[in-house]
């Protein structure tokens, strides 16, 4: 799959998954690293990934969705593989102003696969449908 993120982005990354695999912690030059790179939607990602707010969604058919349950606990859908979230946040900041590269619900998405904090669930591929065709939640 190919990304939608800078190498720099990716790199570090792995590094959390790396160093979160060893220690269980987020060391503070990486926690800086976050914050230089993504902004000030790095912190409250953090928040949704320590509440344990992203759950990955698969079907047998190999679709996979995210749901981020957002500091407002409102439910929202997001697309990895494709770089999107429905918030209001990514819509102005980063397709309308392009001043970020993702919007925390995003960034919490990746955080949490790399610190191996996704929870996981599966639905039908008929859910799924439902789900990417924006017509129900699954």
């Known amino acids: 799959m190919p990304s939608f993120l800078p190498a720099v982005a990716e790199q570090l990354f792995r590094d959390i998954h790396k160093t979160h ?34 759950t990955c969604l698969s079907s047998p058919s190999g679709r996979k969705a995210f749901q981020v349950i957002g500091g407002s606990g409102r439910l929202y859908t997001c697309f990895a593989s494709c770089h999107y979230c429905p ?13 970020g590269l993702l919007c925390k619900h995003i960034l919490a998405v990746y955080l949490s696969q790399a610190m191996g904090g996704t ?6 591929d008929q859910q799924m449908s439902v789900l990417l065709s924006g017509t129900a939640a699954a």
């Open 21 to 54: 695999q060893e220690t269980s912690q987020i060391p503070d030059d990486l926690l800086i690293a976050l914050k230089f790179v993504f902004g000030l939607c790095a912190l409250p990602a953090l928040d949704l990934v320590d509440l344990h707010s992203v």
């Open 119 to 124: 929870r996981q669930e599966s639905v039908s």
């Open 87 to 99: 918030c209001p946040a990514f819509a102005y900041t980063v397709l309308r102003r392009n001043e």
